[in-house]
């Protein structure tokens, strides 16, 4: 059994708005395994980045962690103190934002945003700081880093900006990188490069990542395991090649078939998810998907399916229970 | 328009240009100038689909609104039916334009918040005076926003009370109200989550099918491209590099820089087979485009002759158009 260098237990992150209760994350689990990649998959409000802010101590009001446990390294971080959380933010765990042209701070040069992680956390000097930022500008494969040491963010075209992006998360060698959709953003030629790259640092360092993304073709790249979230829940969760060759949730599996592929047969109708995700405050009583779904059942509508064992994964939906031949 | 016949193109672009000014620095006397889009041309057919492609910076949108002259372009000729549209102005201009719409990328800023979601689908049909009473107009809103499947009673409801994929759908509703020939769709999808991605290029296609317009459909995108287009055209730094039948150019992509392109795109598949062509550095910026061959600075195939010499966009068989020294069929 390899060992786990995350383990969530039933996260549930609400907000409690003026419109009422959101369950953002509701009743999340999974794992990380060390030196591997999970994906995390979903359209925008399903959840992803919230579980991420979650690990990180990041969710601000009025959201809140309800439940739960965050295991790293075996230590629960709900229950660490702020200063404690500074500790290991940006040294143990640390995170790729999805807009580099809003994430790195404008009035300081990118020199001095590498460094800060540094002097704070290993304590260097300010010369070992510089010489270790421009290693890691190195390593990230900028050209002349001595020279964009010193430079602003709106120097740097959007693609550097995700490089330095990476070198700031990978410079105090963290165990755990957490990438929220890091190439969204990007031009497909520099998202091919971005993500060569983090495939690339990890083989290197063994840094374990979690990749979120709403994008499956960066999933089928990058990741090991796949976990797809639907309105604040996980749906399936499963190896990397199980969920390409056989998705078997319907929510799985209409997403793969509703991207346009290059070798499809181009004259047909795409298919397509119909209707749309359900909002927060009008929560179906059943499957948070039953609406959407091309398979649903009487029973779909009447209760919230449990994740269940099959076929060597996890998967939310009552097709792989009993109660499914018994409610035709 | 009487003049056209079924044999004139819809659309003819003859060396459409696009500088913007750009001065170094606040002193400086000269300018310089941007070419956003520098010397493109090409043809668009009656219910024909031309697919525009490129990265961020190519001047793909600007080659969009250009053509609409919803920015005037510097110089070159836009003849629309037969009608030299880029001379148009005043009371024909609006005629003309009447039957050229666009689609624009984002929902959320592209309707206005303050009109309802009927007022925003009439304003075409009140600019153009298309009807003379309001129940007229107000019926023909209705039936557009049943074509594109938003539900009528909605007519009075605001933009902030729809999800992405519905916005996109009133702004669909508004290019097409008034029947048009030619539609620009700028990015329509990119913006939108996948599953409703699919929904919308359906409608668009469909309406196609159903209302016989021509599109321009402008997207990053290629796999969305090779979905819905007929023609390809893919542009890198202001110019066309290649241009080609779809499937001849997804058959054939003959320009490194469009089998770059192609082989970039992560596919949702494990195990591909796909040899991936990784271009080094950026875009280099338009302001100071590379000598020679633009994409000679990123190519993998460069040699001496590209940063000299200018590769011409010539046919290489088939009406398959290629900018490049060594493209196959050229040598």
């Known amino acids: 059994m390899a060992e786990k260098i995350l383990q969530v237990k039933n996260l549930k992150t609400y907000f409690h708005t003026q419109a009422g209760l959101v369950k953002a994350v509701n009743d999340v689990s999974f794992d990380v395994e060390k030196g591997k990649t999970l994906g995390i998959v979903g359209e925008s409000g399903c959840g992803k980045s919230i579980t991420s802010l979650s690990i990180m101590g990041l969710v601000e009001k009025p959201g809140k ?94 693609g550097m900006r995700q490089r330095v992006m990476i070198a700031m998360a990978l410079c105090c060698n963290p165990e755990m990188l957490i990438c929220d959709e890091p190439t969204t953003a990007l031009d497909v030629t520099i998202q091919a490069q971005i993500l060569d790259l983090i495939n690339e640092l990890k083989n290197e360092t063994g840094t374990s990542v979690m990749m979120i993304t709403h994008d499956l073709g960066v999933i089928a790249e990058v990741a090991d395991d796949v976990m797809v979230m639907y309105a604040g829940k996980v749906v399936e969760h499963a190896t990397c090649d199980q969920i390409f060759e056989k998705p078997m949730h319907p929510y799985t599996d209409g997403l793969m078939k509703c991207i346009p592929k290059l070798d499809d047969d181009d004259t ?61 | 328009m009487s003049e056209a016949n079924d044999k004139t193109p819809l659309l003819e672009v003859k060396n459409l240009r696009k500088l913007f000014p750009a001065r170094s620095s606040f002193f400086a006397k000269e300018k310089s100038w941007i070419k956003a889009v520098d010397d493109v041309s090409f043809t668009l057919n009656p219910r024909e689909t031309l697919g525009v492609v490129g990265e961020s910076g190519c001047g793909k ?21 037969g009608r030299d549209f880029g001379k148009a102005s005043g009371q024909e201009l609006r005629k003309m334009r009447a039957d050229m719409q666009i689609i624009f990328q984002d929902p959320y800023a592209s309707l206005n918040p303050r009109m309802t979601v009927g007022e925003v689908i009439a304003e075409p049909l009140n600019i153009q005076k298309r009807y003379k009473t309001a129940e007229e107009t107000r019926a023909q809103v209705l039936k557009t926003m049943e074509v594109v499947g938003l539900n009528p009673k909605y007519y009075n409801r605001y933009p902030h009370e729809f999800s992405g994929g519905q916005r996109q759908r009133i702004g669909i509703a508004r290019a097409i109200v008034l029947g048009p020939s030619l539609v620009v769709c700028d990015e329509p999808v990119s913006a939108l989550d996948v599953s409703i991605q699919s929904q919308v290029l359906n409608l668009l296609r469909e309406l196609q099918n159903s209302m016989g317009m021509a599109y321009i459909f402008i997207s990053h995108n290629l796999s969305v491209i090779k979905h819905i287009s007929d023609r390809v055209m893919v542009m890198y730094l202001g110019h066309v590099v290649e241009m080609a039948d779809k499937k001849e150019l997804f058959a054939n992509p003959s320009h490194p820089y469009t089998q770059a392109l192609l082989s970039a795109i992560p596919m949702p598949e494990r195990h591909s087979k796909r040899k991936k062509i990784i271009l080094q550095g950026d875009l280099p910026s338009p302001a100071n485009p590379p000598s020679g061959c633009i994409f000679h600075t990123r190519c993998f195939m460069a040699k001496d002759i590209c940063s000299t010499q200018k590769p011409e ?12 020294h060594f493209c196959d069929g050229c040598k």
């Open chain 1, 268 to 328: 047909k109708e795409l298919s397509v998810i119909k209707g749309m995700v359900p909002s927060f405050d009008d929560m179906p009583k059943g499957c948070a998907f039953c609406p959407r779904c091309p398979q649903a059942r009487e029973i779909c509508k009447q209760k919230m399916p449990e994740l269940v064992e099959a076929e060597g994964r996890k998967v939310r939906c009552f097709k792989y229970t009993k109660e499914w031949e018994e409610n035709v």
């Open chain 2, 313 to 324: 966009l010539r046919d290489i068989g088939n009406g398959h158009m290629c900018a490049c």
């Open chain 1, 65 to 158: 962690i309800e439940g739960g446990e965050i295991l790293f390294a075996g230590e629960d971080l709900l229950k660490k103190t702020e200063d404690q959380m500074r500790q290991i933010r940006g040294k143990q765990i640390a995170m790729i934002f999805q807009e580099p042209m809003t994430s790195l701070n404008p009035v300081y040069t990118i020199g001095e945003q590498i460094t800060e992680a540094l002097l704070l956390h290993e304590h260097m000097t300010k010369r070992q700081a510089r010489e270790r930022g421009i290693e890691m500008l190195k390593l990230v494969k900028i050209p002349l880093p001595e020279r964009r040491f010193d430079e602003y963010p709106h120097q740097l075209s959007g």
């Open chain 2, 61 to 81: 949108s600007t080659m969009g609104r250009s053509v609409l002259r919803l920015i005037e372009p510097t110089s070159g000729q836009i003849l629309y039916k």
